[in-house]
């Protein structure tokens, strides 16, 4: 069935430095989502990706939708303390109108 | 909008009771979704709703959960009876369309 591997499942980092994970799937997928969720609440939406090859920022964020539609990066620049939680990509099941598959996510956490 | 509403937000309980699990969705949305978030096994999707019919339960564990959807601003989860294995975050999502989700801030169960 459809899954979605996420890498690295955890970061440390210092604050300042640039972050970047990614998200592979054996299947296609048309849409990716990019979600952070902060310690004891829910994922929220970041960034959504809708066409292959597409790159899209949202302040110091920038996801891609890998070309071969299989894949996409979040890339976070000049990370502060307030970047730490767990991010979580996420697609459509295929044919399966608004269910969601997630990723398993990358816990981030950031050094002040 | 406040967003998407889910009560309570923590949840203690013994095994073998019954647990009800709220959720009010964002006015206007079609879809309703419920997760479960566990260390071992990430986000699953439990089942989900549309225009407030049930589309897809598979991934209800066994007949001990329930849930429902009177009406467009209201969906239950229900655990009857409950089991220290049914200890996990459960969160609340909806969306309109196949448009991203917006989760709410989810309630900690903890069954002893």
């Known amino acids: 069935g459809q899954q979605l591997n996420q890498s690295p499942q955890s970061m440390f980092i210092q604050e300042g430095e640039d972050v970047s994970m990614n998200c592979t799937s054996s299947?296609?997928?048309?849409?990716w989502l990019w979600y952070k969720q902060d310690p004891g609440e829910g994922p929220v939406l970041l960034i959504a990706l809708y066409k292959a090859g597409e790159l899209t920022s949202n302040g110091r964020l920038t996801a891609q939708f890998g070309i071969t539609r299989k894949d996409s990066f979040l890339n976070i620049s000049a990370s502060i303390p307030s970047d730490v939680g767990i991010y979580f990509c996420a697609g459509p099941y295929y044919g399966q109108g608004g269910k969601l598959i997630f990723g398993q996510g990358t816990e981030l956490s950031v050094k002040p | 909008d406040a967003g998407v509403i889910q009560s309570p937000r923590h949840e203690v309980t013994e095994m073998g009771q019954e647990v009800t699990l709220r959720c009010k969705p964002i006015?206007?949305?079609?879809?309703l979704f419920w997760y479960r978030q566990t260390m071992m096994r990430g986000l699953e999707l439990l089942i989900y709703?549309?225009?407030?019919?049930?589309?897809?339960d598979s991934g209800m564990p066994e007949d001990r959960f329930s849930a429902k959807m009177p009406n467009a601003s209201f969906s239950t989860l229900k655990i009857q009876p409950s089991e220290p294995r049914d200890s996990a975050v459960y969160f609340c999502?909806?969306?309109?369309?196949?448009?991203?989700?917006?989760f709410g801030s989810g309630t900690r169960l903890t069954v002893v």
């Open positions: 006015s206007g949305h079609d879809y």
């Open positions: 709703f549309n225009n407030n019919v049930p589309i897809d």
């Open positions: 299947s296609i997928f048309n849409t």
């Open positions: 999502a909806s969306s309109l369309g196949q448009t991203g989700y917006t």
